[in-house]
């Protein structure tokens, strides 16, 4: 054996091999936790999922809220055009998507501006739609949303509509029973023609809650608008005094309306007045002349 071959051959064999068996275990761990953390993401997105997924499912198994919602639009337009408008309104609401509720026009006295009122019962859907065509016709000055919670009022109505119409049905089983006595068949008559009235009463009830918790009501209110002159700083003042001369005026047309009212029967009550003053007068002076007769 050659000194150089003798010399690789006193190495120490076993750390080498113990280094190189490390080195492969080294490479092949890099893989495995470039694998393992990919799939640590999908794990959150299912975990995403499934609290989206209760969510949702909590939000369908909660109880049903019946709100009843109502709008209000101050619209102000030109005062020529707010019977045009004040029409339009009326014309716009076809049913069944719209109710029309109720339709004032006032018109503008001396001193006042024309006013209109309109009110009218909408689907959600439509309510957009109608008042953005409305307004167009003016501008928007004032506007305002209310909503009624009619949630507990919706469940008695239906809990009540529920008991009677048990109780209807247990009644008409009574009449159907065999060898019933003639007197409880007419209490059951009777009592069974009660819970009827009552199960029609609250279906009334029911559909008027739904009729205000399904449709949106829309009330819009339409005013002319004012000139200049009638805006300015001392309009408030000038209407205060045509307001002042207009109540003096309307006072006396009041008492001359009194005064012709009592006029004939002030005639009526003079004639028999005047007679008996004046009979009680001569009989006061005969008496007078009598006494100084006597003395």
Request: glycine share 4%; aromatic share 6%.
């Amino acid at each position: 054996m050659t000194p150089r071959l003798s010399t690789y051959l006193s190495i120490p064999v076993a750390p080498l091999l113990a280094l190189v068996l490390l080195t492969g275990c080294g490479k092949r761990e890099e893989p495995q936790a470039a694998l393992s953390a990919p799939a640590a993401a999908p794990s959150g997105a299912v975990a995403e999922k499934s609290a989206a997924a209760d969510t949702a499912e909590a939000a369908a198994n909660a109880p049903r809220r019946y709100i009843a919602v109502r709008q209000h639009l101050t619209i102000e337009t030109e005062p020529e055009q707010l019977s045009t408008v004040w029409q339009a309104a009326q014309q716009r609401c076809v049913e069944p998507t719209c109710e029309l509720l109720n339709a004032t026009l006032n018109k503008a006295d001396d001193y006042g501006v024309p006013t209109a009122q309109i009110s009218v019962r909408l689907k959600p859907s439509a309510v957009a739609a109608y008042t953005t065509a409305i307004s167009q016709n003016g501008k928007v000055i004032e506007q305002a949303i209310s909503r009624e919670d009619k949630t507990d009022e919706v469940i008695d109505v239906e809990a009540r509509q529920k008991n009677i119409a048990q109780l209807r049905d247990n009644l008409r089983q009574m009449l159907n029973q065999q060898n019933a006595k003639l007197a409880d068949l007419l209490a059951v008559q009777k009592e069974l023609a009660e819970a009827q009235s009552q199960l029609d009463s609250m279906a009334g009830r029911r559909l008027a809650l739904a009729n205000q918790t399904d449709k949106v009501a829309v009330d819009i209110e339409l005013r002319a608008r004012r000139s200049v002159a009638e805006r300015s700083v001392f309009a408030p003042l000038m209407q205060s005094w045509h307001e002042v001369g207009y109540r003096f005026m309307e006072n006396v047309g009041n008492v001359l309306t009194f005064v012709a009212s009592i006029l004939p029967w002030l005639l009526l009550l003079w004639l028999p007045g005047w007679w008996l003053i004046k009979r009680w007068r001569n009989w006061r002076a005969k008496r007078r002349a009598s006494k100084e007769k006597q003395a």
